[in-house]
């Protein structure tokens, strides 16, 4: 099984700033790497899939790199709506999610 | 709209079984993939199973729900099953059903609750 390791667990920042958030995967995933924001009582939200390409209706703000074993999510100028729970979740080999990067104020 | 809503949650006890819905609209059923995945109180998400499109001739599982649940398609029914035995307490969860589009779980339906307890 493909073991997804996202960090840091909780990333505390400012309205504005600039969010970088990890994952990493235990062997290569390609690109099959998905992010998901998660917000308290809601249903996850896909924002990247194929590791880069947004989803329908997901703000340009959003961007994601990587390939392999190493991903990241960036967050440029986080808005007020942007402080959630994402999740990464590799899809090249019975999937697997990430235990999540919490972004709060 | 494209839509997904999951029924058939609720109290089981240890070892019982529940059979779970998710009935769609808004898309074509027959033409995508979909996937069951479920978040345990307070804990992340945790995908445990998919069936491929038109007949799901293919079906992957997680480990720790292989042999104990079946995932399966109705596709006159536009509806998307999971049947749960041997239900354990760590089997507590919101369920989620979602669409596999352009890449994964595109689309989320808003999940129903399984209680696992005696």
């Known amino acids: 099984e493909t073991v997804m390791t996202q960090s840091p667990a909780t990333l505390s920042v400012s309205p504005g700033e600039r969010v970088t958030l990890s994952c990493r995967a235990s062997?290569?995933?390609?690109?099959?790497l998905a992010w998901y924001q998660q917000k308290p009582g809601q249903s996850p939200r896909r924002l990247i899939y194929?590791?880069?390409t947004r989803g329908t209706g997901i703000p340009a703000r959003f961007s994601g790199s990587g390939s392999g074993t190493e991903f990241t999510l960036t967050i440029n100028s986080l808005q007020p709506e942007d402080f959630a729970v994402y999740y990464c979740l590799q899809y090249n080999d019975r999937w697997t999610f990430g235990q999540g990067t919490k972004v709060e104020i | 709209q494209v839509q997904l809503v999951e029924s058939g949650g609720g109290l089981v006890k240890p070892g019982g079984s529940l059979r779970l819905s998710c009935e769609v609209s808004?898309?074509?059923?027959?033409?995508?993939?979909m996937s069951w995945i479920r978040q345990a109180p307070g804990k992340g998400l945790e995908w445990i199973s998919y069936i491929s499109s038109s007949t799901g001739r293919t079906i992957h599982y997680a480990d720790s729900v292989k042999g104990r649940f079946t995932i399966s398609r109705d596709n006159a029914k536009n509806s998307l099953y999971l049947q749960m035995n041997s239900l354990r307490a760590e089997d507590t969860a919101v369920y989620f059903c979602?669409?596999?589009?352009?890449?994964?779980?595109?689309?989320w339906g808003k999940g129903t609750t399984v209680t696992v307890s005696s």
């Open positions: 194929g590791a880069s």
């Open positions: 062997q290569s995933v390609r690109s099959n």
């Open positions: 808004g898309f074509t059923f027959t033409d995508y993939y």
């Open positions: 979602a669409r596999d589009g352009e890449g994964p779980m595109d689309v």
